[in-house]
């Protein structure tokens, strides 16, 4: 099915709730519990953003739409809400009385928003509570930003921006910086997000354009802070694939406070449906907590803390792998039949202490005092054998051999062997400053950091095809990939900032932000500083709602222990920090349509990087060449619209256009005339030049729509869609290949159905009922890769008798179900 065929498919439904139109009548009255009538109480047709109020007689004549059902919802302060079902037909009038009762009900808290995300460059602004309804095998923050920016894989909670890998985001939660597991290879090992989206309370995320606050990295800021409770409350959740439960609350005297999480994930259904067959045991669980002392109006003191630890074990069984996509001989019907023997076991832990001292010296001046430890051991040990048989597969149901490798082409084996040890500690001591005078909001701070880092490496892969090692040489046992490390590196960091944003009181719709950052590194020697500027203008006489806003600045990237690793596993001294030139520019409109509110963001950006350490990526692994030896750039367009299509719930839709290039210094390769019987005639040195790098992704879409019965608001739905154009991939070792192989278009449909089981009207429920503090409990029902496509993320490489090499794809995950129930109190 073509793409632009599907989203209207998809779409189809809300384009119909959007055709109403009036033709028949509601009248009554509203009376309160005593017979007496109720002027203003609100009338909204269900999902519509506007309405009506009774007049001063509790009276009301209402045009409605006809031959079909909605709703109409009484509402008025101190009462408990009423919904009445219609369905009329073209001119027929329908007079009722309604009668609201009192409501015991607290008042909910109101949250007040600003247009902060409508004049910052890059900014935006994510609602945690679509974390829990947003239907993805991972779930969490990280699948909401994966609307914006796209992904090619459903299993892992990495994210690339705008050209960039994984490694060029920042992540902040409440502003001490996060980090990851670096040993992961394949998004099967990986465990939990850092972030508990349960705990969250903003979600800023900068896809370009960030102020000089912000790191040291040249991609993305994802900017996490977690709630401060006032009062007792809390969530629970079971699923099939997660559980998690959250705590919160105060003291009497509300100087404590303090928020817990604990998750649990098991992937284990998940995992099992994919092509290679076996015993799979993945586990990943946390622990999380902020707690708050408010020792006076002036001070107060945070402890946050964190412990994670996810396992992964595998004994695999077998795998079929059919078709190919890199052969002079290519044919739709090969296969690759592989039978394992060995196991994986893998082991990853993470820890994380935090404490701030806030000092509030006077109503403009705000000081904070960061101190903080991070501990990383990571530890992978496996020994795979797979022995296979590759050629023809019998695609033929009615054939006794359906199924079957017919023809063979190649046979062999192949021997996966490690034993990886990583242990990294981090040490770091922050200050930052805030000072409010007059239009200037002054920010500045500084940091040093100490990076311990010790790594114990040894990989290698034996091959065999038809009794021969490769690469074969006689007499000679050979190993086709070998990595021996043994690292130890002690690195010290030192950076800081200072900005202002100015906002001018003589044109208070044009705001200005400048700044920049120093950074020293002691395993570089390099001294880096980084301007950054910003603005934004909104028209003080123009009739839209639109602001424009821009950005420019300096973006550097220190190396850390990934970047500094050759694919031999020894570390380059020499590696130096990546660098940056970055612009963007857009404007964000606001408007209405069918009496709809959509808001519309448009920015456009180029890139230029010089010293960029190559990579390769592979699954989730990235691994760097460890030399600075390529410049890229980076260009494109995005473009998001929001919409509440229907009230209370918020959808919205990104598209991005991009290309992004390198060129790697002195890479060349040789081309080849040969005869007939395959020998060298003569040969031409050739420049590779410009070539895609692995990021670089045409078009990608994503759309996240929420929407719920026109009659009950109790029965949702939503709709996750991400659609990416290809990606190139790499042939291992080869330049004149490097990025030259296609990984084809990822495209992906989830969707959940929830439904409220229990209300939080309290008032019905008894002193004995189990339920009598819950708010509310809602059933979903997951629905993942709808359209059930095979979506590949990478190729295995195998060779026939005639040393013809080809590329069988791996899978990702097929259409699978999740129930999980989620409540809160």
Known sequence: MRLPAFICLLLFPLTQLLAQKPGAIVSGRVLDENEKP??????????????????????????VPVDKAFALVFSYTGYKSLQQNFILNDKEEERIIIRLEKSDL???????????????????????????????????VESLIKVYVGSNNELTSQYNVRGGNYDENLIYVNDFEIFRPYLVSNAQQEGLSFINPEMTRNVNFYNGGFQAKYGDKISSVLDIQ?????????????????????????????????????????????????????????????????????FNPKNSLELFGVYSQTSFNLIPLSAQLSTAVFSPYFSANLGLDIFFSGQE????????????????????????????????????????????????????????????????????????????????????????GYFNKNNHFFQWGAAAELQTIHDQLHEWIYEDSVGYSLPYQPGALNLNYVVNGNNNLNIGRFNGFFQDNINFKKNPAFSLQAGARLNYNTFTKQFLVSPRMGISWKPANSKQDIIYKAAIGIYDQPPFYRELRAPDGTINPAVKAQQSFQATAGFDINFHQNEKPFRLSVEAYYKDLWNVNPYNINNVSIQYDANNNAKAYAVGVEGR?????????????????MQTKEKIKGASYYDYTIDSLNRPLDSTLVQQGWIRRPTDRLLTLGMF???????????????????????????????????????????????????????????????????????????????????????TISYLFVKDFSNVTYAMPQRLTPRLLNLKLVTRF
Do not use: C
């Open 38 to 63: 109720l002027a203003g109480v609100s009338i909204v047709l269900l999902g519509k953003e506007t309405g009506w109020v009774s007049t001063d007689s509790g009276t009301f004549r209402i045009h």
């Open 106 to 140: 607290k008042l909910e808290n109101v949250t007040v928003t600003s247009d902060r995300d409508r004049k910052e460059a890059g900014l935006i602004r994510i609602n945690p509570k679509d974390a829990i309804n947003i239907p993805t095998p991972i779930g969490g």
């Open 226 to 294: 977690y709630k401060k409770p006032t009062e007792f409350g809390g969530s629970a959740y079971i699923g099939l694939l997660e559980q998690g439960l959250e705590l919160e609350g105060s003291s009497k005297n509300k100087k404590f406070s303090y928020i817990v999480g604990a998750r649990n994930r098991s992937f284990s259904n998940l995992l099992s449906s994919q092509e290679t067959k076996g015993n799979y045991i993945p586990s990943s669980s946390d622990a999380q907590g902020l707690f708050t002392y408010q």
């Open 345 to 432: 076991k893998d082991k990853y832990k993470t820890g994380f202490v935090g404490l701030t001292w806030n000092q509030q010296i006077n109503s403009n001046l705000k000081l904070k005092w960061m101190l903080s430890s991070f501990s990383d051991m990571e530890s992978q040990n496996y020994d795979i054998t797979g022995d296979y048989l590759f050629g023809e597969r019998d695609f033929d149901k009615s054939s006794a051999d359906f199924g079957k490798i017919v023809n063979p082409l190649g046979v062999g084996s192949n021997q996966n062997f490690a034993r990886d040890n990583l242990d990294i500690h981090l040490y770091s001591f922050a200050h930052k």
């Open 641 to 657: 619209l929001f919409a509440n299509l229907v009230k209370d719930a918020e959808s919205w839709i990104s598209i991005g256009v």
């Open 705 to 791: 729509i929420q929407d719920y019965l026109s009659t009950n608001k109790n029965f949702k739905v939503y709709l996750n869609v991400i659609y990416g154009s290809n990606l190139p991939y790499s042939v291992p070792g080869s330049v004149k290949y490097r990025n030259a192989l296609i990984i084809e278009p990822y495209i992906r449909a989830d969707v959940g159905f929830s439904a409220l089981l229990l209300d939080n009207d309290k008032s019905n429920r008894r002193s004995h009922n189990p339920f009598r503090k819950l708010d509310n409990i809602w059933l979903t029902l997951e629905i993942f890769n709808v359209i059930d496509r095979e979506n």
